[in-house]
């Protein structure tokens, strides 16, 4: 069992759709993540949000938009998406009272994303 | 940002046989992270080495820090059914604490 909870799990959209994902943890953790990651490949990190301000964009396109609307909650927003685009999104979330080393990162059971 | 070179990419062993995996970076690493994927699932947080020559063991599972900190690798003795999936390592990059880069991964299958 994952404490991290994202949903929905499986989400199939065209490219002129607009949908998001959802991710919820109820750990305390102040820093969450989006991860991108494709088949046979290692997740891709997206964004970070540490205490509810994004500060890590790693040049995502912009028809990805993020929101942390509080400590517990963070979104991904989706629009006109392209069919590489498909792939499983992977929200994870650490304490974030980082120092000098990353803390461990828990992961949601992801969502796989279809664009048709 | 550092990059991790792991390796080999794919394993596949014998139920019963060990089993191991590399990573390696050409700069000094501050520490090192190891995730488990089983096939369809979500990476799961293993163990973070942080000082040189560290070595810690986790039931069948060794994970060793080189005295460099430039290498890292996991070991697992006597690999069961239930060892299959993806095994990353990852690192710290581009100068921020929150920012983890996995290496390739290498995938362990077990022939019971």
């Known amino acids: 069992d994952t404490e991290v909870t994202q949903t929905p799990k499986h989400l199939v959209m065209g490219m002129t759709n607009k949908k998001s994902l959802k991710c919820e943890q109820h750990m305390g953790h102040r820093a969450m993540y989006w991860y991108k990651q494709k088949a046979k490949k290692p997740p891709e990190l997206m964004f970070v949000y540490s205490y509810e301000k994004l500060s890590i964009n790693e040049s995502v396109p912009s028809r990805f938009s993020p929101e942390c609307p509080n400590s517990s909650l963070l979104n991904l927003h989706l629009h006109a998406l392209q069919p590489e685009d498909s792939a499983l999104y992977l929200c994870a979330s650490s304490q974030g009272r980082m120092r000098t080393v990353n803390q461990p990162q828990h992961f949601g059971d992801g969502t796989r994303l279809s664009i048709l | 940002g550092q990059q991790v070179m792991q390796i080999p990419q794919y394993q596949h062993v014998q139920e019963g046989e060990d089993f191991t995996t590399y990573c390696n970076s050409s700069?000094?690493?501050?520490?090192i992270q190891w995730y488990k994927q089983r096939p369809g699932g979500h990476p799961v947080f293993l163990i973070q080495l942080v000082k040189s020559g560290e070595v810690k063991k986790q039931k069948r599972l060794t994970f060793q820090f080189g005295e460099a900190k430039k290498n890292s690798s996991l070991h697992i003795t006597a690999t069961q059914t239930t060892d299959v999936g993806t095994y990353f390592c990852a690192i710290n990059s581009g100068g921020s604490n929150y920012k983890l880069t996995f290496g390739k991964g290498t995938l362990l299958t077990v022939n019971p």
């Open positions: 700069t000094t690493l501050s520490n």
